[in-house]
Structure formats: C-alpha cells, structure tokens
T-cell receptor, first 113, second 112 residues
C-alpha cells in the first residue's frame, strides 16, 4: 500500500531564510510524487511533481524538491522564504498506473517577517 | 493549465436535507474524478473514485448510499450528501485526473 509521511506539523522560518518541508514515502514500484499548497478555505494548488528524470525538480513560486530514492524522500525546498508562502503544504504519492493519490497529513509553514 | 471548477464554494443546509456539489473539468475531458473530504487541520481523505459512465468506487468506511456520486459526462461529476447531519460538516474537494491531478476550489459544507 502507498503511504506518505510528513513528520512536521509546522515549520517556522524567518523571511529570507531557506525553508525545507520534509516528506518520505512508501510505494510499490516507481513513485510519482507531488507537492500541493493549500490556502485557508481553498482547494489545492499544484506546485511540482516528480515522474522521472532529474532528481531535482523545479516548480511554481520558486519552490523545488529533491527526489532521493535511497532515502525514499521528496523534501520541498525554497532558497528564500516569503511571508506569502505561509500556507499548508501537502506531499502526495501514487504508483505506476497513476491511480489514486495518497496524501500526507500536511505541514503548516509559517514565515515570519 | 487545466482548470477544475467546483460549485458551490460554501453551503449551509438544515439537518435532514440533501446537498449537491458539482465538479467540472473546464478545458479537458476527465474520465476519472476523485472526491476527497478534509477535516479541520487534517489531511485529505479519499472518499470515492468517480468513473464516467459507471458506478463510483468507494473507499472503505464511506457510505455509498449517503454520498451519492454521479459522473454522467466527461466534464461533470456530482457528489450528493443525502440526509445530511452535523457530522457531515466538512470541506469537500474534487479532483480530475489528467497528466497530474487538478483540484477544485473546495466546498465548505455546514449542516445545522
């Protein structure tokens, strides 16, 4: 069965500092990995995905994520955080055949001015 | 990018009534749509997979007679919460599958 773990309920970072939001996964076969962001009372917005190819994936709003197969991780990163990045971030995984997405529990990112 | 429109954004209904939520893929055909439920400060829980022209596949523990799903066309799936109760109050989100999953804006349902 597929699963995703986001070990941190909340991440606090000062504006301008780099940020990392952690995600590890478990799936049979090759993983398809995604990051989504959710603002209050809104749906999910796609940030980036890893299907195949380069381990470092660049996405929207300056975010990037690194796929690490040996550590089964897909951490979300940004070199310089903005206050407007404050939101709820979800990591998700699906397996070969792209069936249903399984989401992590979410990590709340709080960027302070 | 592809757009998924979900309507209404929020709804308040009386206990015992039914509420219908629509999910439309605006610029692509979606043979498969997904319905999720999100509890406060929790992750998204997949409720069911909606397949155009066939019955939906419900996840374990989800009452199919309470959460009716219809996927009559390639661009529209509906979720009807029947005989709603306060415990059905939640945030419901639909998703349509293309190369990746696109999500609707969500519907905040409050049952009073």
């Amino acid at each position: 069965a597929q699963s995703v773990a986001q070990p941190e309920d909340q991440v606090n970072v000062a504006e301008g500092n780099p940020l990392t939001v952690k995600c590890t996964y478990s799936v049979s076969g090759n993983p398809y990995l995604f990051w989504y962001v959710q603002y209050p009372n809104r749906g999910l917005q796609f940030l980036l995905k890893y299907i195949t190819g380069d381990n470092l994936v660049k996405g929207s709003y300056g975010f990037e994520a690194e796929f690490n197969k040996s550590q089964t991780s897909f951490h979300l990163k940004k070199p310089s955080a903005l206050v407007s990045d404050s939101a709820l971030y979800f990591c998700a995984v699906t397996g070969t055949g792209f069936q249903k997405l399984v989401f992590g529990t979410g990590t709340r990112l709080l960027v302070s001015p | 990018g592809a757009v998924v429109s979900q309507h209404p954004s929020w709804v308040i209904c009386k206990s015992g009534t039914s509420v219908k939520i629509e999910c439309r893929s605006l610029d692509f055909q979606a043979t498969t749509m997904f319905w999720y439920r999100q509890f406060p400060k929790q992750s998204l829980m997949l409720m069911a997979t909606s397949n155009e022209g066939s019955k939906a596949t419900y996840e374990q523990g989800v009452e199919k007679d309470k959460f009716l799903i219809n996927h009559a066309s390639l661009t529209l799936s509906t979720l009807t919460v029947t005989s709603a109760h306060p415990e059905d109050s939640s945030f419901y989100i639909c998703s349509a599958r293309g190369r990746e999953a696109f999500f609707g804006q969500g519907t905040r349902l409050t049952v009073v």
